[in-house]
């Protein structure tokens, strides 16, 4: 099993920045990919980014390539996600994942099995 609690979620108006936390904790292997995940009113979960256990392979959403940033401190079993010039439409609940992918990162959320409850990001103008 593998706990994920996300935090730093807020209201920001737009070209701001925020960073997302999501502490990991349970049992992870080498193999485990962690990903962020979005979830807008009325609309599907999307992936945002992701990142294998190891950083050997990071893959991001185009709409956010360039803006956001994930990245991983494994001493502090620890994922983020920085987003930087935040935009009306980044507004929803941000989700972290994690999944034993063996190394890819996918963006369809049914392959990923493990989900934190969310953290709200509000942009406003």
């Known amino acids: 099993q593998v706990q994920l609690v996300e935090s730093g979620g807020g209201s920001v108006q737009a070209g701001d920045s925020l960073r997302l936390s999501c502490a990991v904790s349970?049992?992870?292997?080498?193999?485990?990919?962690m990903g962020w995940f979005r979830q807008a009113p009325g609309k599907e979960r999307v992936f945002v980014a992701g990142?294998?256990?190891?950083?050997?392979?990071?893959s991001y959403a185009d709409s956010v390539e360039g803006r956001f940033t994930i990245s991983k401190d494994n001493a502090k079993n620890t994922v983020y996600l920085q987003m930087n010039s935040l935009k009306l439409e980044d507004t929803a609940v941000y989700y972290c994942?994690?999944?034993?992918?063996?190394?890819?990162?996918?963006?369809?959320?049914?392959?990923?099995?493990?989900w934190g409850q969310g953290t709200q990001v509000t942009v406003s103008s």
């Open positions: 349970g049992r992870t292997v080498s193999e485990t990919a």
């Open positions: 990142i294998t256990w190891r950083g050997s392979m990071i």
């Open positions: 994942a994690a999944a034993a992918l063996h190394g890819q990162i996918t963006t369809s959320p049914e392959d990923w099995n493990y």
